[in-house]
């Protein structure tokens, strides 16, 4: 009689050993309940289980020719994909002096031979209760783990979406386009990648995590123009004194507006802190002339360091309401010029080794393009 639930495969067990009157014994107690698989030597044994067909349960002989007992269970322990498969050793009276070694080796339980029928199916049925029991922690913890995986890709996938549309927002203000976005970020990243092994900026770009949330908080830069005004920000001529001091708060409204996102989560988040210093303070210059603190050199951090080569660079290439277009090497020409000036030199020093790869982010992602 099969005693595995209907409509389910029975379980396998794998009898090793080198004697024919105990694998005929073994497989026809056995053989009702499970499918049963016979070796009746060490080789055969690791044959088998390097098959496709792996069994649930292996009674194996201590005592044969050749590769021996402990061996063959050592062997099946080193392999990742018969690891988990229960081993119980059969073992002569008077040989058992050695079952620490089995145990070391990796059995799960002994049966001394001579062969009780009565102790050979409870033992091979107790473990294989275990055996489904920890197959099934494991499929289930998978299945966890691929669901926790699509989650938080899911979440992933709608904070960046949320984040451009609210930075797309921004920029379509001042008559922008979205690509303006693609670039900038890009530009980010490329130019922390490049620095990322520069002695001064290693430990905070520390690794591929950090580069990144660069990249996905770059957009956010200009998120203050919300609050800035049409006939300002939309003004072909140049603005007067007054309204450029109006202008300039636009790094504060967006450094205010993510701050008040900060205070709605339980604890201090990476992302908004990049983002924060960002919009803050990526109109600052190294040499102190920039707003809204005049923070100078060192003081200002490397985020928004990075973001004013980019954002600069953009604008340069870029048609706005009061200047055409300049060509990548007036712009490479004039963030040249800026170096210790308005921008970090080392961070000039790292744009200018790579200025190509700025030219083929900006072709790609050009006005106008998908």
């Not at 790579?354 to 072709?363: M, N, Q, S, T």
Request: proline share 5%; glycine share 6%; hydrophobic share 40%.
């Amino acid at each position: 009689m099969n005693t595995s639930p209907e409509g389910t495969s029975p379980q396998t067990v794998l009898i090793v050993d080198d004697t024919p009157e105990n694998l005929t014994l073994l497989h026809g107690l056995l053989k009702d309940r499970y499918r049963v698989l016979i070796a009746n030597n060490g080789e055969r044994a690791l044959q088998i289980t390097a098959g496709n067909t792996l069994p649930d349960l292996i009674l194996l002989d201590v005592m044969m020719p050749g590769i021996g007992g402990f061996d063959v269970c050592r062997q099946i322990k080193a392999d990742h994909r018969t690891a988990n498969i229960p081993v119980i050793f059969l073992t002569a009276m008077g040989e058992n002096e050695n079952e620490q070694e089995g145990f070391d080796a990796g059995a799960v339980d002994y049966i001394i031979k001579p062969i009780s029928p009565p102790i050979v199916l409870a033992r091979v049925k107790t473990h294989m209760k275990l055996k489904a029991a920890v197959d099934f922690l494991e499929d289930k913890a998978a299945y966890l783990q691929h669901e926790v995986e699509h989650r938080t890709h899911e979440v992933q996938v709608i904070q960046d979406v949320t984040i451009m549309a609210l930075a797309s927002l921004a920029e379509t203000r001042d008559n922008e386009t979205g690509n303006h976005i693609r670039r900038t970020q890009n530009y980010v990243r490329l130019l922390a990648a490049k620095l990322r092994q520069h002695p001064k900026y290693r430990a905070v770009l520390d690794d591929d995590n950090t580069i990144q949330m660069l990249y996905k908080s770059a957009p956010l830069h200009d998120i203050g123009k919300v609050g800035i005004p049409d006939r300002i920000l939309l003004k072909p001529g140049p603005l007067t004194e007054e309204e450029f001091e109006l202008m300039k708060t636009h790094t504060t409204l967006g450094r205010d507006t993510i701050v008040a996102a900060e205070k709605l989560i339980d604890a201090p988040s990476s992302f908004l802190k990049l983002a924060r210093e960002i919009a803050y303070s990526h109109q600052e210059k190294w040499n102190g002339s920039g707003y809204p603190e005049g923070m100078a050199g060192n003081d200002i951090p490397v985020s928004a360091r990075l973001m004013a080569v980019g954002d600069v660079y953009d604008a340069l290439i870029s048609r706005r309401v009061y200047k055409p277009p300049f060509s990548h090497d007036k712009a490479v020409e004039i963030i040249r010029e800026g170096r210790g000036h308005h921008f970090d030199p080392d961070m000039v020093d790292a744009f200018l080794q790579i200025a190509g790869e700025f030219k083929a982010v900006a072709a790609r992602y050009a006005d106008g393009a998908e």
